[in-house]
């Protein structure tokens, strides 16, 4: 069909990034498709959502001290940090920044999509080798995969939707291997592991480091993300993103957060030290195939993924069917222990059937 207007190749040859979200009910469905928070954020981070509402939404944003805030949790320097809206913004704004059309962002598949929508804007292919059958980093296919089409190095760590924690060693390797491509770590996930990439960037100027406040930090729907990498690289980032692109009441809810790490901890520890093992506990008694995951999430192997998928939501819980070359899987995301045990209930329900 002939278009209205006519985009460039790059876009008309592409399709949307389309996230499975049609009729997805927090009210009524319980929900491990997308690895959110079970909870919401502290009560101090709704208090000034609402205040903000009702004074402040007529005027431009004014960020104040929440860098420095900022700066003091990702033990750097503000001059080492763009906000952004999202991640995703922030995967925008670095691909935007690196690559021209016809050049290669290499990363190990499968990994989060946004990498390959964006880069697929740009002209730009996302090439890399396959995780292996047991989801271990396979760090030498990465290595072997650069070119001289090569502009960036993308590691997911941990991985989504593989779950797959990779070891300081392995990000030190490719940093050290290829001096002259960025390096970039998604650390969506870092709060679930507590182990990052900063320390690195006092010694490798070429690595870059996102990370959000949608997961472990709990503002999904209020979009914040940030940067962390050599502040000159910032500065050119900066003249990529708006001024205003972030919002100010999702930094008003950060702000607390961060203020009051408490309570999101204390709802990451729960996930991972006794929602994980009691999940896993159950998945070996009843003889059902997961994969060991770093995350808040892992991948699980029933017989048959749409029969198993489409029982859970019959039952009103939502995880998420994975596609080729994992489509023997599906990922669901941990929620409190009483969630985790409706979800066996349920389970061990659709395994008598
Ligand atoms: C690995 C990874 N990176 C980035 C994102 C983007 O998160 P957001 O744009 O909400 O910060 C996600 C979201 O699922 C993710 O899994």
């Known amino acids: ?6 985009v460039r190749d ?6 949307y990034y389309d996230p499975p979200l049609e009729n997805r009910n927090p009210e009524e469905h319980l929900l491990m498709d997308f690895n959110e928070s079970p909870l919401p954020p502290h009560p101090a981070a709704v208090k000034k959502i609402a205040e903000f509402l009702s004074k402040r939404v007529h005027s431009y944003p004014v960020y104040g001290d929440f860098l420095e805030k900022l700066a003091d949790y990702a033990g750097v320097n503000a001059e080492n940090l763009l906000l952004t809206n999202g991640s995703d913004q922030a995967i925008d704004v670095i691909l935007r920044s690196l690559l021209e ?4 962002l290499t990363m190990v598949q499968p990994g989060f999509a946004m990498f390959r929508q964006i880069a697929g804007t740009l002209g730009c292919s996302v090439v890399g080798p396959q995780f292996p059958a047991d989801f271990q980093f396979p760090l030498a296919e990465l290595k072997a995969s650069v070119n001289e089409k090569t502009r960036l190095i993308v590691v997911i760590n941990p991985n989504n939707p593989t779950g797959t924690a990779v070891s300081r060693e392995q990000i030190e390797d490719l940093l050290k291997t290829f001096p002259d491509i960025p390096v970039l770590i998604d650390e969506a996930y870092f709060e679930f592991t507590g182990k990052s990439s900063v320390p690195l960037l006092v010694s490798y100027p070429n690595l870059i480091i996102i990370r959000t406040f949608s997961k472990a930090l709990a503002l999904p729907s209020l979009r914040l993300g940030y940067v962390i990498a050599a502040a000159d690289y910032i500065v050119q980032l900066q003249k990529i993103r708006g001024p205003y692109d972030v919002n100010l009441v999702a930094v008003l809810a950060a702000r607390e957060q961060l203020l009051h790490p408490e309570h999101w901890q ?3 520890r729960h996930l991972m030290e006794e929602s994980k093992p009691a999940l896993e506990k159950y998945f070996d008694e009843q003889q059902v195939k997961y994969y060991a995951s770093a995350a808040n999430f892992m991948l ?4 048959n993924v749409a029969e198993a998928t489409a029982y859970l939501k019959e039952y009103k819980i939502l995880v998420r069917p994975m596609s080729s070359p994992i489509a023997h899987t599906f990922r669901m995301s941990l929620r409190m222990l009483p969630d985790m045990l409706r979800f066996m209930e349920v389970y061990s329900s659709y395994l008598k059937t």
């Open 1 to 6: 069909m002939k278009q209205s207007i006519k």
């Open 10 to 15: 790059a876009i008309s040859r592409m399709s």
């Open 266 to 268: 204390s709802v990451v």
């Open 300 to 303: 699980v192997e029933p017989e």
């Open 101 to 104: 059309s016809g050049d290669e």
